[in-house]
């Protein structure tokens, strides 16, 4: 269902169906992407990075990001284009984080799950140590 909302870039009100801002912004987006996109595909500029499209086009480097992790942007086109890890910054071409910081994610995660199935193992240990053992005595005293 559409729903009423502030454009998070102009703060204009607008019914939010398919996009996430107005239409004049979005016009404005689109109107970027066309000039970065005319940019990189001329013979002389495939191999520009990042910063060059940026200081050529005068589009914000944000935006120019947003355009490849969209896909909109095909980086096996352009070799020199990325974007960067979400947790380190190195410049990568496809995903959220870089390779290493995933195998550090990984590792971490691996180490929580063993450390949680030890303390498991721990628990059931002493869940079977505790077992409650009646004497014939504790049985004379009630009266059985």
Excluded: W
């Amino acid at each position: 269902m559409n729903e009423l909302e502030n454009c998070p870039n102009c703060g204009k009100l607008f019914i939010r169906a398919l996009r996430g801002v107005c239409n004049n912004c979005f016009s404005e987006v689109e109107n970027k992407f066309k000039t970065v996109h005319n940019f990189i595909r001329r013979r002389e500029n495939r191999m520009a990075t990042v910063d060059e499209v940026h200081e050529a086009t005068e589009v914000k480097k944000d935006l120019i990001y947003q355009f490849i992790r969209e896909g909109r942007i095909l980086l096996a086109q352009f070799p020199n284009l990325g974007f960067p890890c979400e947790k380190c910054g190195t410049f990568i071409k496809e995903g959220r984080i870089c390779e290493s910081c995933r195998k550090e994610l990984r590792s971490g995660l691996d180490q929580l799950s063993k450390e949680s199935a030890f303390q498991d193992r721990q628990k059931q240990r002493e869940r079977e140590k505790i077992q409650t053992y009646h004497s014939l005595e504790d049985r004379i005293k009630r009266g059985r």
